[in-house]
């Protein structure tokens, strides 16, 4: 596709239930990241992908959230037993590799996550 | 760690005028710079970014910014704005200078835009 997808647009769980959200990074973007915005806490970065693997796992927010990348493309981010303050919206986006281009990021549309 | 910070929450500024927003940055090393806008419902949009180089860039919409290393800013601005720029702008900084690693946002700058 043109752009960075997300699936999906809106997700309404209740709490303790888990949830799988999926992010498809523009054709040929080795790097993906994973971000999440709420009211009280904004734009905060959550994990990114070089390929297949996440070097740096710190920005997740517990250890109820998890990330997996396979085929250097499609990027599913879960919450377990998902909470009250889980609810946000979940950016995804994708960036090129080498040159200028280096680390110019292209956001998808996001998916918000309303947990009861 | 590195931080931003966007002084102004909200900002009204009316049509034709000129508009700057502020953006201040920790970081040690030379800093990836960007400018990100959302528009209600829309997703983040990048304006325009600092690598190196020249210290004043130009981006989309008209957008232009200068790095200023001695008061470690990183402005927005635009000669005269339009209605279709009320939104929120966002400006960022690499978490570890070049390279693919997450950005650090500041808390955003809601522009509105009086007639």
């Known amino acids: 596709g043109a752009g960075v997808s997300q699936s999906p647009s809106n997700k309404v769980t209740e709490k303790g239930k888990d949830v799988e959200l999926r992010c498809d990074p523009i054709?040929?973007?080795?790097?993906l990241y994973w971000y999440r915005q709420s009211l009280g806490q904004g734009l905060e970065f959550l994990i990114y992908f070089q390929g297949n693997s996440a070097p740096d796992k710190s920005g997740l927010p517990s250890d109820r959230f998890s990330a997996e990348r396979t085929g250097g493309s499609v990027s599913t981010l879960t919450i377990q037993r998902t909470q009250q303050e889980d609810s946000a919206v979940y950016l995804c986006?994708?960036?090129?590799?080498?040159?200028?281009?280096?680390?110019?990021?292209?956001f998808g549309p996001g998916t918000r996550l309303t947990v009861l | 760690a590195q931080s931003v910070t966007q002084p102004d929450i909200h900002i009204t500024v009316s049509e034709g005028a000129s508009l700057e927003l502020r953006c201040n940055y920790s970081y040690g090393a030379t800093p990836y710079l960007f400018w990100y806008v959302q528009s209600p419902g829309q997703g983040l949009q990048l304006l325009l970014k600092?690598?190196?180089?020249?210290?004043l860039v130009q981006g989309i919409k008209g957008f232009e910014a200068e790095f200023k290393r001695s008061q470690s800013s990183f402005n927005l601005r635009k000669p005269s704005v339009h209605w279709s720029d009320a939104a929120e702008y966002f400006c960022?900084?690499?978490?570890?200078?070049?390279?693919?690693?997450?950005?650090?946002f500041g808390k955003g700058t809601h522009l509105i835009i009086q007639p």
């Open positions: 960022a900084v690499s978490r570890s200078g070049g390279g693919a690693d997450g950005l650090t």
């Open positions: 600092y690598f190196s180089g020249d210290t």
């Open positions: 986006a994708s960036s090129a590799r080498g040159g200028t281009k280096h680390n110019e990021q292209f």
């Open positions: 054709s040929g973007h080795t790097a």
